[in-house]
């Protein structure tokens, strides 16, 4: 009986096979001609397109929430007291990696309640009960 070890006569005669083709995904041996994408703590620079189109997300998740509306949904009526854009402050307020935007708001519907931030976008189930000031439009922060 011949051994695991040793080929059978009939197949040493048969051409090998061809070897396995590199991966589409690198491995770090490869050269790399093009950028890649960026780890996770590098940042691109942003042009005006990606910039305007993030902007407009915002706008949409806040929706007609601006400082002096009110506004109600399932969870209650409240006022927003301050809008925030700067991501930095958000995220600390938010406690949350991506946050772009917080607002302020405080429960009108219970006495002596505390303001408090939230991140939830606007929703078909939301509605205003009163529209925002004129002169209390303005946004705390920027987006930059």
Known sequence: ???????????????????????????????????GRLHPGQHSPADSTTLEA???????????????????NSDGAFE???????PKKARELLKRRCAQWTLIVKDVLRPGAEPFAIGSAWTTSDY?????????????GGMH
């Open 128 to 140: 205003l009960v009163r529209e925002a000031k004129a002169a209390a439009t303005s946004a705390v």
């Open 54 to 72: 993030l902007r407009r997300v915002i706008d949409d998740q806040i929706g007609p929430r601006q400082p002096g509306a009110i506004y109600q």
């Open 80 to 86: 927003v007291i301050a809008l925030i854009r700067d």
């Open 1 to 35: 009986m011949p051994s695991m070890m040793t080929l059978p006569a009939a197949m040493s005669g048969k051409p090998l096979l061809p070897l396995r083709p590199t991966p589409h995904e690198r491995d770090g041996q490869q050269p790399s001609d093009s950028g």
